[in-house]
């Protein structure tokens, strides 16, 4: 039911900068409500990483980074790190049907 | 700091009613937050499932919304989730969040199996 598209993975070698892309339509990402980004590591809850589409939590590294614009969002890690190694998933809102809360379909980040 | 624990069945038959609890710790429930509970099936995308104020004021995803019933204890600190006629497919992990700007504290989830 994932109305936020996300590449299934992405790859990059330590040191590198990766972006995760996730589009949306008119009825979400479109209508100027917030993105959000989630990363989980395996086993795990997921952990919030951006809210607000560029904003980072108290603890989040400053290799995260978030971006807003028309239909879509992106998360940037630069200088990737073994650790980083998760899925991510993009969320918002979207207004269609009687409005509800929407997840990314969800990107896989692997460090070469 | 607030912390969430989800409990509740492991195993639910077909057709029978999934029925979970989440705990409310470090915090009321009755703070202005809203209170969801999201699902991840497994290798597979989180689905937000609906919230709940501590008013009682609910809000469900249409996809799921005529099965869905979820309600608050206040004075158990608490909220729950109960999904009717269940099938193979909503076998799932199941967590609970709190929505600030984002679903900033979750609980560690607890994994449920539909099957006979």
């Known amino acids: 039911q994932s109305v936020l598209t996300q590449p299934p993975s992405v790859s990059g070698a330590p040191g590198q900068r990766v972006t995760i892309s996730c589009t949306g339509s008119?009825?979400?990402?479109?209508?100027?409500?917030?993105v959000h980004w989630y990363q989980q590591l395996p086993g795990t809850a997921p952990k919030v990483l951006i809210y607000?589409?560029?904003h980072r939590p108290s603890g989040v590294p400053d290799r995260f980074s978030g971006s807003k614009s028309g239909t879509s969002a992106s998360l940037a890690i630069t200088g990737l790190q073994a650790e980083d190694e998760a899925d991510y998933y993009c969320?918002?809102?979207?207004?269609?049907?009687?409005?509800?809360?929407?997840f990314g379909t969800g990107t896989k980040v692997t460090v070469l | 700091q607030v912390q969430l624990q989800e409990s509740g069945p492991g195993l639910v038959k077909p057709s029978g009613t999934l029925s979970l609890t989440c705990a409310v710790s470090?915090?009321?429930?009755?703070?202005?937050?809203?209170w969801s509970w999201v699902r991840q099936p497994p290798g597979k995308a989180l689905e937000w499932i609906g919230e709940?104020?501590?008013?009682?004021?609910?809000n469900y995803n249409p996809s799921l919304k005529s099965r869905v019933t979820i309600s608050v204890d206040k004075s158990k600190n608490q909220f729950s989730l109960k999904l009717s006629s269940v099938t193979a497919a909503d076998t799932a992990v199941y967590h609970c969040?709190?929505?600030?700007?984002?679903?900033?504290?979750w609980g560690q989830g607890t994994m449920v199996t539909v099957s006979s």
């Open positions: 969040a709190r929505k600030d700007a984002a679903f900033d504290v």
């Open positions: 470090g915090g009321s429930i009755s703070n202005s937050n809203w």
């Open positions: 709940i104020y501590h008013s009682g004021s609910t």
């Open positions: 008119s009825s979400n990402i479109g209508a100027s409500y917030d």
């Open positions: 607000g589409n560029s």
């Open positions: 969320q918002s809102y979207d207004s269609s049907l009687s409005g509800f809360y929407v």
